[in-house]
């Protein structure tokens, strides 16, 4: 059954699949240019950015106090020799990203011993709320312009109208031309529907981890080894992020966080289909549904996570996350595992009563 | 939009109270800005310390640790406590008093300023067909917009006022009011095959369609009207009626507009600004549920004009800037300063530019539907 | 022999009574239930079928509770739908193919079955065509032809005559018959002329009751001496809507004689259909429950 729906996509949803991938990609160009136009970024050139990781290799095995004395001194040769503007402009950027180091150190130490810190910027719930940054692993100091890019087109996705369009195409159509009434009284009607169920779903996660994929690739983490060391406080506006991880269980959380609430956006938008009966309804309802999550996650980040939306500032997620006293540990694990739990209930649930 | 207000104007009663303080006129801008300024000055002054304590006991660049006394000055100056506000808090809402009140307090000299400039050009001889012509019809507008700030020296609240007309120049919301609408207006017709049904009628394929477009736009422009209004209910419910009546130029960013009107008309105008635009979506939109004649398909599709306002307005590509603010609808770009455009050496005011073009994009379009419902074999 | 039974079947959809306490019994063979528009034939097969749920009563086969038997009562079912519902895009072939694995088909068989049931219904030369390209006619039989196929015991068919011309009827018609010796087939119509010669039993159906349930000759026995041929020149003697007409005849049921030169007429199948909605009170007492 499930080679045959398999066969029957490919040859006659041949369109669904090329559209699916024209508009992704599309989706992706639009937001390389944005990115690219972005007059707030600060993002390092070329050069600089080979001088950059020059540097960072060089400080691999460092520590803090160890990179400070060395970034001093690589200051002083700089203007000694008169080195170009990349490689200043490399030098100052690393000191700039090594003061944040310290700082986030800082902000670990007060909360234990009462003393630490060492930078003006300073969070405001340090003294009330000192157990978020007990146990802060200390950043090392990165090429953040990588995770900076991946946050930015992270932001952006058209996976839940992608969604509609599956779910409307493989179900609401069906359910609107009434052909799943003769398959409902079939022999092999569960088999048909587990087919249908499990190929959907692994249709929506190839389609959504190509588009991942695409985004880690166009931004290039897959090229900075030092994120899986590197603590994600060291990233400039996450020093006081309650995530604690390194740069890479970030980006896994992110990847994952954004498949649980495709899964998600896929069974309600299927029971939405089954309620309706009819594709023009089901469009409305599920454009007015992830339009309403998109503002609405603007405007409520603290319910932002659990929500498929078009636009996420992924940014503001991690900013927002909350530290969760008895877990000792950040509310992304919670998030998972609410959207685990609510993911298969919906799976069960649905199954239960054959709403397919 | 109110939960906008919300997340920029934090604190409401921290507001209300620095606000009724001030006096009026110069004096409370003045007031105001000096208490940001030395709000800021205070912040800056502890932070000025801290910074010179960790330059002077820096090893080289290893920052020294703060002293915990110093560390509890700026815990208790910046961000007070669970009862009080701290000064970050109240420089914050200073500044924002300020930056309101500039516009109040100096849009008069502002305009003054321009139109002495306007007059020394052409005391200076400037030739310049086409800066004369500007000049000409600023000097009138700006006097008539003197005229009528002679008349008002109330102070406003315009933190509404302003995000109001900023949440209106760029909300997406209409815009997905329109597609759920009208996307399957002609598509979900064509493909039930209805369609071919009412062609046979004595109202025909073109009487059909023709109706169906009207009803369309009528829909679109209930819809946009009711929400419209509704915004601006919740302004003059926020700020009370006599905001209406405020110059448009004591809005932040509109001290130089040259209109000599007030809010209320300021509103007006941009009301049939977006109405127009909204129209000249809806009838694209119902041209391409035609074309496309399948639901699926037209979904898809009919998002294309709807998403490419905002994306135009943010992707930096070389566009002459009133045709980008007239694609994106950009009210403030249009309204805000001497928005006019230079056609055949005279400048013509950007918005009566914008209504004729919108109005015969929205002709055409309405135009071609109904050619292709007339066709012979169309639905096929 | 299997026997299906219904006993009590109702079916309510809000206040609007569908169905009031059907009760009947189909046996291998052809079962035929007549009836006008809204009688509730399809109703009542879509309840057996279990497409929609039922408010109450019981299906039983053998006396089996239908849908406790659940897969095991679906795999012995065909069920053609009045509008059977298609992909448009989708090939005869492939169409086919996908309900023939939904029926539990082995695979090695299916090539074979989908080309015996397209020939039944000569369809062959469109196995490759697309569905969208086909006639309603077409369609139609491409609809039996996905019913009949896998030869299940029971087969359902909702107006199936529902766009075939007279060719294609007669074919239907022989279709049947070779099935009826081993399935228990149920057709519903209000096409008098797809039945006639060729159901064995009959249950007439009007307005959510069961108004007749016998084998036809029998039915046709209780309306014996009740139909009469009314001459052209007579008919403004009786009131038209008690007048009905078949080919050339007018037609009227009555105890007696209902104009001067009304003659009796052996009754028809069809002159049964319209005693079950002029003159339901004939079928009291004689109806088999």
Redesign the interface.
């Known amino acids: 059954?499930l080679e045959?729906q398999v066969k029957?996509l490919f040859?006659?949803h041949i369109v669904l699949i090329a559209?699916i991938i024209a508009?992704i990609a599309l989706s992706r160009v639009?937001g390389i240019?944005?990115m690219k136009?972005d007059r707030f970024s600060q993002y390092m050139s070329p050069d600089t950015a080979v001088e950059f990781d020059k540097l960072l290799d060089s400080t691999s095995d460092m520590t803090?106090?160890e990179?400070?004395?060395y970034?001093?001194r690589k200051q002083t040769e700089a203007i000694i020799n008169g080195e170009d503007k990349a490689v200043t402009e490399a030098i100052t950027r690393y000191?700039t990203e090594?003061?944040r180091c310290?700082?986030v150190r800082?902000y670990r130490?007060?909360s234990r011993y009462?003393?630490?810190?060492?930078?003006?910027n300073?969070p405001?719930d340090?003294?009330a709320a000192p157990e978020k940054y007990r146990d802060y692993a200390v950043p090392r100091v990165v090429n953040s312009d990588a995770f900076s890019r991946y946050i930015f087109l992270s932001s952006f996705s058209i996976m839940p109208?992608i969604v509609m369009?599956i779910t409307?195409?493989l179900s609401a159509?069906?359910l609107e031309?009434?052909?799943f009434?003769?398959?409902?009284?079939?022999?092999?009607?569960?088999a048909?529907y587990r087919a249908k169920e499990i190929m959907t779903v692994v249709f929506i996660c190839i389609i959504y981890i190509a588009d991942q994929l695409s985004v880690m690739l166009l931004s290039g983490v897959f090229e900075r080894p030092e994120y899986r060391t590197s603590s994600v406080q060291g990233i400039v506006g996450l020093g006081t992020s309650a995530f604690r991880g390194t740069i890479s269980q970030v980006i896994m959380w992110v990847f994952i966080r954004g498949l649980l609430s495709m899964l998600l956006c896929y069974n309600i938008f299927e029971l939405i289909a089954k309620a309706l009966s009819s594709?023009?309804k089901y469009?409305?309802v599920c454009?007015?549904l992830t339009?309403l999550l998109s503002?609405s996650a603007?405007?409520?980040p603290a319910l932002s996570p659990y929500m498929f939306c078009g636009i996420t500032k992924i940014s503001d997620v991690l900013y927002d996350l909350d530290y969760v006293k008895s877990l000792d540990a950040s509310e992304g694990l919670i998030v998972i595992i609410s959207m685990c739990s609510l993911l298969g209930g919906l799976f069960v649930w649905r199954r239960e009563n054959n709403i397919t | 939009m109110i939960a906008s207000f919300k997340s920029a104007y934090g604190d409401d009663k921290l507001y209300a109270a620095c606000f009724d303080s001030l006096d009026e006129g110069e004096e409370g801008y003045n007031a105001a800005r000096y208490n940001s300024e030395k709000l800021s000055a205070e912040d800056k002054e502890i932070l000025d310390k801290a910074d010179r304590y960790i330059s002077t006991h820096s090893n080289g660049s290893v920052p020294p640790i703060l002293p915990n006394e110093m560390v509890d000055e700026i815990f208790e100056t910046l961000f007070g406590d669970s009862e009080t506000a701290g000064s970050s808090q109240y420089q914050a809402v200073y500044g924002l008093i300020s930056k309101q009140l500039y516009s109040q307090t100096f849009s008069r000299e502002l305009i003054k300023e321009r139109t002495e400039g306007y007059s020394r050009n052409i005391r200076r001889g400037v030739t310049d067909e086409y800066s004369l012509k500007i000049a000409e019809l600023m000097m009138d507008d700006y006097e008539k917009v003197l005229e009528k700030e002679e008349n008002h020296r109330e102070r406003y609240d315009t933190r509404y006022a302003n995000n109001f007309i900023g949440f209106i120049s760029s909300e997406p919301i209409s815009y997905i009011g329109i597609f759920l609408l009208l996307f399957s207006s002609f598509s979900a017709e064509l493909q039930s095959g209805r369609y071919k049904a009412f062609k046979l009628t004595k109202t025909g394929a073109v009487g059909y369609s023709s109706y169906r477009i009207i009803i369309g736009i009528l829909q679109a422009a209930v819809f946009f009207s009711v929400y419209f209004f509704a915004l601006y209910t919740a302004v003059i419910l926020s700020s009370g009626t006599k905001i209406s009546s405020m110059p448009m130029q004591y809005l932040s960013g509109f001290e130089l507009s040259h209109l000599p009107i007030n809010f209320g008309g300021f509103v007006l105008r941009i009301y049939f600004m977006k109405l127009s635009f909204t129209l000249m979506l809806s009838a694209a939109v119902m041209l391409l549920s035609m074309v496309s004649r399948r639901i699926i398909p037209s979904a898809i599709v009919c998002l294309i004009p709807l998403a490419a306002p905002a994306a135009l307005s943010r992707i930096d590509i070389s566009l002459n800037e009133n045709l980008r603010q007239m694609m994106t609808c950009d009210i403030i770009g249009m309204n805000n300063d001497i928005g006019a455009i230079n056609i055949g050496g005279s400048p013509i005011d950007v918005a009566a530019v914008f209504f004729i073009a919108v109005i015969m994009i929205a002709v055409c379009s309405a135009a071609a539907a109904l050619i292709l419902s007339g066709r012979r074999g169309f639905d096929a | 022999m299997s026997v299906l039974r219904v006993e009590e079947l109702s079916k309510k959809y809000g206040r609007k009574v569908a169905l009031r306490g059907v009760t009947c019994e189909f046996t291998t063979g052809i079962n035929a239930f007549l009836g006008p528009n809204g009688a509730g034939k399809t109703t009542i097969m879509n309840c057996i079928s279990g497409v929609i749920p039922k408010t109450g009563g019981r299906v039983t086969l053998d006396g089996r509770d239908v849908f406790k038997m659940s897969e095991d009562y679906r795999r012995r079912l065909g069920y053609q739908f009045q509008a059977q519902p298609f992909y448009p895009s989708y090939t005869a072939h492939d169409f086919l193919e996908l309900f023939a694995l939904l029926k539990g088909m082995p695979k090695d068989i299916i090539e074979d079955e989908i080309k015996r049931v397209l020939e039944q219904v000569n369809l062959s030369e469109n196995i490759r065509d697309k569905i969208r390209s086909f006639s309603g006619g077409m369609k139609q039989r491409l609809a039996i032809a996905q019913t009949i196929m896998g030869s299940p015991e029971i087969l359902i068919f909702d107006e199936p005559s529902a766009g075939l011309d007279p060719f294609e009827r007669e074919q239907f018609k022989r279709i049947m018959m070779e099935l009826k010796s081993r399935c228990i087939i149920i057709i519903s119509t209000h096409i008098v002329s797809d039945i006639d010669t060729i159901c064995d039993r009959l249950v007439v159906l009007n307005k959510g009751s069961v108004v007749a349930n016998d084998r036809p000759e029998n039915l046709c026995g209780h309306i014996r001496g009740l139909i009469w041929k009314i001459p052209r020149d007579e008919l403004e003697l009786i009131p038209l809507k008690q007048v009905y007409f078949e080919d050339t005849d007018a037609k009227t049921v009555s105890a007696e004689r209902p104009t001067p030169n009304a003659v009796t007429s052996e009754p028809t199948l069809n002159d049964l259909y319209f005693c079950g909605q002029l003159r339901q009170d004939i079928f009291i007492g004689g109806a088999d429950k």
């Open positions: 059954m045959l029957q040859k006659y559209v508009i639009v240019t944005l136009n803090l106090e990179c400070a004395e970034i001093e000191n090594l003061q310290f700082a800082g130490n007060y009462g003393k630490g810190i060492v930078s003006l300073i405001s340090l003294k109208i369009l409307a195409v159509d069906g031309k009434g052909v009434k003769q398959t409902n009284i079939s022999a092999e009607a569960k048909f594709l023009k469009i409305i454009t007015s339009a503002v603007a405007y409520m």
